[in-house]
């Protein structure tokens, strides 16, 4: 069968404490893996597919054995598999390349895909309306920074970081969970339009980290998509070189 489709995904949060069933999760996402296997080209996963993800030397997160073990066949199989960090997984190093053949992004990306041109991000990038939110980004991005954590036991790291998580999605802090309100409220089309302006040859921007499921013409030549997630919506995006559709992953009974 021939290899015809490029897939999009984001926002699994595999790991994730507010998860009522985190391995349900985990295998719906593997049998949506599993269905497209044979005609995938390419799988790019749009950052936090992972709730917390930090490598240590020698140390990984445990967990996610289906979903790693699913990809790395991918893999195998010939699929090339692209992982954007997140604000949530920004820690990832070499486990991944070495381990399932995956190549990290950690800054969006323009590229030609199948003859049109994308702008592929997770969507935190370019997020710049709380000075708080920038500061973190920087400090969590930051190498000297990430070196003085890693110096952490991994027994306190991943506790609070699950837990911080677990916090503020029960406060309503997510502010990459709010409901699309509109072209003038979001600044994921705010930013797509200004950046379109300076570079009118984008065909598409793709993004994650808001969990809506979006897809607006900007003009003409250029549609925005929104990913949403694999917590809600078990959405995706796919593209043949002739059409461009965000879809949801439906499992048979």
């Given at each position: 069968?021939a290899r015809t489709t490029i897939y999009f995904a984001s926002d699994a949060h595999l790991g994730a ?175 797509a339009k200004q950046y379109l302006n300076e570079h009118p040859d984008i065909n598409f921007f793709i ?47």
């Amino acid at each position: 069968m021939a290899r015809t489709t490029i897939y999009f995904a984001s926002d699994a949060h595999l790991g994730a404490r507010f998860h009522q069933d985190p391995h349900a999760v985990e295998r719906r996402l593997v049998r949506w893996l599993d269905s497209i296997k044979d005609n995938a080209i390419a799988v790019w996963f749009l950052g936090d597919m992972f709730d917390y993800w930090y490598e240590y030397k020698y140390v990984v997160p445990k967990g996610f054995t289906r979903f790693l073990g699913k990809v790395a066949e991918l893999s195998d199989l010939g699929v090339e598999i692209h992982f954007f960090i997140g604000n949530h997984d920004i820690w990832m190093f070499d486990y991944l390349p070495t381990e399932v053949g995956a190549i990290i992004h950690r800054k969006p990306l323009t590229i030609n895909l199948l003859g049109k041109n994308f702008f592929l991000a997770h969507g935190d990038e370019v997020d710049n309306r709380s000075l708080g939110f920038r500061i973190i980004r920087r400090i969590f991005r930051n190498r000297f920074c990430q070196w003085l954590y890693a110096g952490i036991h991994p027994r306190w790291t991943f506790g609070f970081a699950l837990g911080w998580s677990l916090s503020s999605r029960k406060k309503g802090l997510k502010k990459e969970a709010q409901e699309y309100e509109g072209e003038a409220s979001e600044y994921l089309v705010a930013f797509a339009k200004q950046y379109l302006n300076e570079h009118p040859d984008i065909n598409f921007f793709i993004f994650g980290h808001r969990h809506i499921m979006l897809d607006l013409m900007l003009n003409r030549t250029c549609r925005l998509l929104i990913a949403g997630d694999w917590m809600q919506h078990f959405s995706y995006i796919s593209w043949d070189g002739n059409q461009l559709l965000l879809d949801q992953f439906e499992v048979e009974e």
